[in-house]
């Protein structure tokens, strides 16, 4: 799970948002310090650029990069320091940017939050080196005392909250190794490279450090484990409030675990930081000894300005990942017999797991934090042990839930012990269905996910029936949701998937009914990467080209503002725009050409034939694959030949890249594989050009690229195949088996492969479970539609009823939004209308299985069928 999520669940209800959207109101918890409301001097600038809030003189000429200052801050100092900062640059003419609000600060400095980028609240830019010096001695003593979290990117100036770090000052970008678009620096030579943002203080190799840095330098190494009782074996987690590791006792020889705890970092939703929520389960933990479903605490001790809490080492695993291989619906046709067991598993377990929380109800302590990942479980099964009590509380009726997974977080108005029981009524569901994220949406979803499991599952209903009277207890629909009342059950969606149009025109609602055509930075809500990149809200994947195009080829109905926003957008393409066809300018291009805006159209083919192409990745989703598909399509509906050529050119820097890839390192990150970011992308641009120009040279190409592919691949339960990850193996359209079984199909329509057939039939059955994460297109059962709809490989899994069980199946997924059909998006936190992650993609997958003309993704039509 991705949790950067939460953070951009906070400014609204419905559909994943900025974080800075909250702290533009001026009004609540978003509201900007008053310190930003001052009168700037004559001739200074006040400039927004996502969460932060930059000031400097328009006269200050800034080198591009060098040594620059950041700040830290806790929430009660921050504005006192920001105070005292402004005071000090703007008389002096000093450039600087501030986090311009308590929440947002508070989202830096939570416990996900970047670990790079965490305690940064200020940042101050020197012209030069010697006013590095100057103004970082001056705020050292301007701001002596003042507590901050450790920025772990930097190096810490002295003992107080100023540190320093080589990097940009102005906006550049370049591709990095791997061929993804990143923030840059220059070299020594001239050339742009990653400016690397990580949380550790690194000097670019080309970079002398200042002497007078050098006794910073020195003071940060002098803190090490040498003198420590254990020794670290294993890091099992990081997140920034600090790390988990497996340890042995030097002393026993007895295997631990120790939790590491930052000061002023790591900030729950009660604003407790990383020591205080080790207190907290220090405290819970003692007060459970002896009970046998908690860990005994062995140690606690400081080193350097970080805590520790050593504790008891369990044997076992959580249950998410007994739960991950014992759940029959990632079957394609589980017995009766395997329902019915594992029916009586899931009871058995849930009642351990409920005695278990009667067990620290009994001394006093609400667990607060219960989920399937926080639960460890025996290996002979017959025993649990709750996991992480960081957010217990101790003899508090009144105490609210501060840190939660997205799939069990309690309503606003429980309390104390109450918490856990919603957690328990989650979990109930939650083992049948892991769909409970939903709830986040619409509470309401609790009695559709009931009715399924009934109708999956031997389970009683009234044992369902007592979790959803538990979840939607005070529950009151929401009126955006466009309900007419609770409804439940069959009732639940507006209309059923199987009835096309209807799904159609209602998904096509919900689509336009969500549009925010004043803002500038997206037009329809999407996925959280809309906000990552120049180019997130107009782009392919989650941006407005990718839902105009699936509404477009589905025959719903059309949108004219958003496209004449898309125009508008891409009249001059923002600095640090990719270029690549699911991210960037090229998809963009593509959708504009199909849409009738021929003259934009290449407008952005000539700003894409600008830029180098040299460093830019082989692959689909974002690299030169994407990039030449859409040149040669290009070429062939506006009749520039140049644009052939070019795709041509594209084509033999994808071979020679993937030519010259060298092994992955022993231990080191397993290549990427599937459609969107592996090999089978290059694939795709050597098949579309070799039925061009009929070169068997480039169906050698495309085989070849296969390979690798299929080399990365593993048979999982039932002899699917999947996309090895090493923790994990992947099904998914977008980086599984199912985009390489969709490329597989094309290929021998042209040429025989006894070892791609069995390959594709092999992936066939990786789309045929019944029960998917999610619904998107690319990391879900939208995808699995898409394919089954598509392959011509025939054959048991393929036929119209198994279609439609997937389809069945997808509408898991779905809520009501203002009465109309739609998608909750990547982790099901909110809803998406975007086409890789909501309700877009979800409308071009039941257009392929549905719509009179079978609909398609870019450069993947439907094949000839034999």
Known sequence: MNKGYAVFCDADRQFYDAPHRLSTTGKGRGAPYATLSRELPEGWQRHRSGDWLAFRPADHELPSQGWKIHISACLDNAERMLTKVWDYCVPRSVAFKCMPSRYLLHTRNAKYADRGASGKFLTVYPADEEQCRLIAEELDALLAGEPGPYILSDLRWGAGPVYVRYGSFTERHCYDDRGELRPAIEDDHGRLVPDLREPAFRVPEWVTLPDFLEPHLAARSATTVADLPYKIEQALHFSNGGGVYVGRDLRTDQRVVLKEARPHAGLAADEADAVTRLERERDALKRLSGLGCAPEVHDWFTLGDHTFLVLEFIEGRPLNSFFAHRHPLIEADPTPERLAEYTQWAMRVHGLVADAVKAIHSRGVVFNDLHLFNIMMSEDESSVVLLDFEAAAVDDASSRQVIANPGFVAPADRRGSDVDHYALACLRLALFLPLTSLFAVDRGKAAHLAQIAAAQFPVPRDYLDEAVAEILRGHQPASDSGHTGRREGADYLPVALGDWPHSRDSMARAVLASATPDREDRFFPGDIAQFAKASGGSCFAYGAAGVLYALAETGAERCPEAEEWLLRRTKTPATGSSLGFYDGLSGVAWVLDRLGHRERALDLIDTIEAQSWQDIAPDLHSGLAGIGLALDSLAHTTGERFLEERALHCAQLV???????????????????????????????????????????????????LRRDLARCVRAAGGALQVDEGRRTMPYLGAGSVGIGMVLDDFLAHRPDDAFERARAEIVQAAQAKFYAQPGLFRGAAGMVLHLSRTTIGGPGTHAADLHRQIDSLSWGAVPYRGHLAFAGEQMMRLSMDLSTGTAGCLLALGSALHDTPVHLPFLPPPRRP
Not at 663 to 685: K, N, Q
Request: no cysteine; aromatic share 4%.
């Open 655 to 705: 071979a020679d890249k993937l030519r010259t890839a060298a092994p992955p390192a022993e231990g080191g990150a397993r290549p990427r594989a599937g459609l969107l970011h592996g090999d089978s992308g290059a694939a795709l641009l050597f098949l579309r050009l070799y039925e061009r120009r009929g070169d068997p040279a480039l169906l050698d190409l495309a085989a070849d690229a």
